[in-house]
């Protein structure tokens, strides 16, 4: 019987250290797991405030091309309007700036929407008018009272267009 204690007594401890082991191992797992899912959600979060501000950005950017299209529009009309002799000058100035704000318009991927003759869509154009017209098809753009823009593929401005019926 003196031996039975001493046999017990090296698997107590080696026991207890095995638990130990096994609580510290468990409890390592967790906090990896934690750290895992806190580094993710980081990640998550730093990807949505990265996409947030490239479209606030881009929001920005088509609000300003909104306001500044009307004035495009303004120049377009002063070029149609005869100025008569001695404007030459007055005129070319008027095409100078015309040119750079079409060319501003282009660095920033806007395209005008080329509505004369193409059928109807109302993803793109916006019917003001119609009009009967037997030289044309049902549905076809006859006039366009205001330009239509795009930028990239998304709508800017809608074309403000007269459509032809039958």
């Given at each position: 019987m003196?031996?039975?204690?001493?046999?017990?007594?090296p698997?107590a401890?080696?026991?207890?250290?095995?638990?130990?082991?096994?609580?510290?191992q468990r409890?390592?797992?967790?906090?990896?797991?934690?750290?895992?899912?806190?580094?993710?959600e980081?990640?998550n979060y730093r990807k949505?405030?990265?996409?947030?501000r490239?479209?606030?950005?881009?929001?920005?950017?088509?609000d300003?091309?909104?306001?500044?299209?009307?004035i495009?529009?303004?120049?377009?009309r002063a070029?149609t309007?005869?100025?008569?002799?001695?404007?030459?000058?007055?005129?070319?100035?008027?095409?100078?700036?015309?040119?750079?704000?079409h060319d501003?318009?282009?660095?920033?991927?806007v395209?005008?929407?080329?509505?004369?003759?193409?059928?109807f869509d109302?993803n793109?154009h916006q019917?003001?008018?119609?009009?009967a017209?037997?030289?044309?098809?049902?549905g076809?753009?006859?006039?366009?009272?205001q330009?239509?823009?795009?930028i990239?593929?998304r709508?800017?401005?809608?074309?403000m267009?007269?459509v032809?019926?039958?």
């Amino acid at each position: 019987m003196a031996d039975e204690p001493l046999t017990d007594a090296p698997d107590a401890p080696a026991a207890s250290e095995n638990s130990e082991l096994a609580d510290a191992q468990r409890e390592r797992d967790e906090f990896k797991d934690r750290w895992m899912r806190k580094t993710a959600e980081f990640d998550n979060y730093r990807k949505r405030i990265d996409r947030e501000r490239r479209e606030q950005a881009d929001q920005a950017i088509v609000d300003l091309l909104q306001d500044v299209l009307p004035i495009v529009d303004d120049f377009d009309r002063a070029l149609t309007v005869d100025a008569g002799e001695g404007s030459a000058a007055y005129r070319k100035g008027v095409e100078l700036i015309h040119g750079k704000l079409h060319d501003l318009l282009r660095r920033y991927g806007v395209t005008p929407i080329e509505a004369l003759g193409t059928d109807f869509d109302p993803n793109i154009h916006q019917a003001v008018m119609h009009e009967a017209s037997p030289e044309h098809r049902e549905g076809e753009v006859i006039g366009e009272l205001q330009k239509g823009y795009m930028i990239k593929d998304r709508l800017l401005r809608p074309a403000m267009v007269k459509v032809a019926k039958a």
